[in-house]
């Protein structure tokens, strides 16, 4: 097995947004904020090459929105997913799955893209099969009012016209051990319905694409939880039960959207969980 991280993207939210009803004075010692308040995020993917299966974990944005769209999160660097695998002499023609953390639109939006005379959808992945789970997807496809705007029908509803979608089991508790793409996944529904963490064995390490369960660094006091979660005092006891973990077991967090840090691990402190050290990927995969 060999992973890859694959930059997707860099774009900015509101640092506010980003952090709750926590205080910027706070927030902002590890997640500093531009003069519009806004904090730099990242869409850093996960490629897992095993055998004869490349598997990606969430697309980003994608590029197929309107200038408008886009201009609500200033987009700044030069990534995008073509590029990344171009690097690593992949092409997204090669991939064979997409998983996908969550349907909100900057974790799978790079899934869909314009069709070729632009009159409609299709996947941006021909030859992959596309991951959800069916609790979620419910959830995504009927969504309720605050997260309307992040599930967007044209990331969505493509994969499944496609007949590309399909389903991982449902656990009975939080975890589900050796899923169909060959890692366990803990499941999260505190940011939204049944959000899947993927937890890869790699050369004797555990590493958990942490997605929006933990989306930076600046985020593991357990206080310090997104205005976007859906149910924020759920997402505390989930935080706290898979970070005690993740110090317990020394296992190493790959950050989504920490446009600064790659992948993290936690350690146990008189405060609570904390930092312990920041690694770059091409420590940790090579």
């Known amino acids: 097995m060999k992973l890859y991280p694959i930059e997707s993207g860099n774009f900015k939210l509101d640092g506010g947004a980003m952090f709750g009803v926590v205080p910027k004075s706070l ?3 590890t997640n500093p904020a531009d003069s519009n308040n806004m904090i730099d995020i990242a869409a850093r993917c996960l490629l897992i090459e095993d055998g004869d299966k490349l598997t990606l974990i969430d697309t980003g944005m994608g590029n197929k929105q309107s200038d408008k769209f886009f201009g609500y999160y200033f987009q ?5 997913i073509d590029n990344s695998l171009k690097q690593l002499g992949f092409h997204r023609d090669d991939i ?10 900057d974790h799978c939006g790079g899934s869909a893209q314009w069709n070729k005379d632009k009159t409609g959808y299709e996947p941006a992945f021909k030859n992959a099969q596309f991951w959800s789970n069916q609790d979620h997807w419910k959830w995504a496809t009927e969504p309720n009012n ?3 705007a992040s599930f967007l029908k044209e990331n969505i509803l493509p994969l499944e016209e496609s007949g ?4 991982t089991a449902l656990p009975d508790q939080d975890f589900l051990k050796n899923s169909a793409l060959g890692f366990d996944i803990f499941f ?7 959000q899947m963490i993927p937890m890869i064995n790699y050369k004797g390490k555990t590493i958990c694409f942490v997605a929006d369960l933990l989306p ?3 985020h593991i006091p357990l206080p310090f939880v997104m205005g976007y979660d859906t149910r924020p005092l759920l997402t505390l006891d989930e935080k706290e039960k898979f970070l005690n973990l993740a110090a317990s077991n ?3 967090l790959f950050l989504e959207h920490d446009a600064h840090n790659e992948i993290i691990t936690v350690k146990h402190t008189e405060k609570g969980v904390r930092l312990n050290n920041v690694y770059t990927c091409n420590e940790i995969f090579n």
Request: hydrophobic share 30%.
């Open 27 to 29: 927030w902002q010692r």
């Open 76 to 80: 700044w660097g030069n990534h995008s």
């Open 96 to 105: 064979t799955d997409v998983f996908m953390t969550h349907l909100h639109f």
């Open 146 to 148: 605050r997260e309307k």
């Open 164 to 167: 590309q979608l399909k389903f």
């Open 188 to 194: 999260a529904n505190g940011h939204t319905d049944k």
């Open 216 to 218: 930076t660094a600046g």
């Open 250 to 252: 020394n296992y190493y």
